[in-house]
């Protein structure tokens, strides 16, 4: 986990640069695995202080190439699920979805989904929620992840007993 204090400290490229050839050998993907890692920890227990950390990681995307833009948003998003703010979750992970979508990122995509399908359930767009849905469960039996496709399946489930569809 990266502490709020550390995250301050990384305001400017260079100091950002050096955390990550320091800390993670220069692998700036391990950097952003760590950041989420430290954010889902945050939620679980202080939205206050999760709020102000996912702020100052905001500030230190801005040094990161434009394609870990889709992950700076996602976060966001996760963010406002955690707290019940669906529509704003949607918002940000709709623009995620549309720039992994841009760079050809099926497994961006199909992540997202798995978010996705429990923000729509939620907002009462089910029909919405269950597409997305069906669309990640392709990728990722494709892939043979079946951790992911089991959790979708599971996410699907849900969706049809909102929907009233269970035998």
Known sequence: MIELPQIIKLSDRAALEKFIATRYAGDTYKFIQDIDISINSLLKTDFNEAWRY???VDRVFHHL????????LAMIGRYY???GENKKALKYYLKAIGLFKKAGSAYGVAR????LIEIYSKLGNH???????????RYYQKKGMEFDTAHLLNNIGIVLYRMDKHG
């Open 54 to 56: 996912i702020q100052s």
């Open 65 to 72: 190439a434009a394609e870990f833009e889709p992950r700076r």
């Open 81 to 83: 699920v955690y707290v």
């Open 112 to 115: 997202l989904g798995k978010s």
């Open 127 to 137: 029909k919405e929620a269950l597409e997305i849905g069906k669309s990640s469960l």
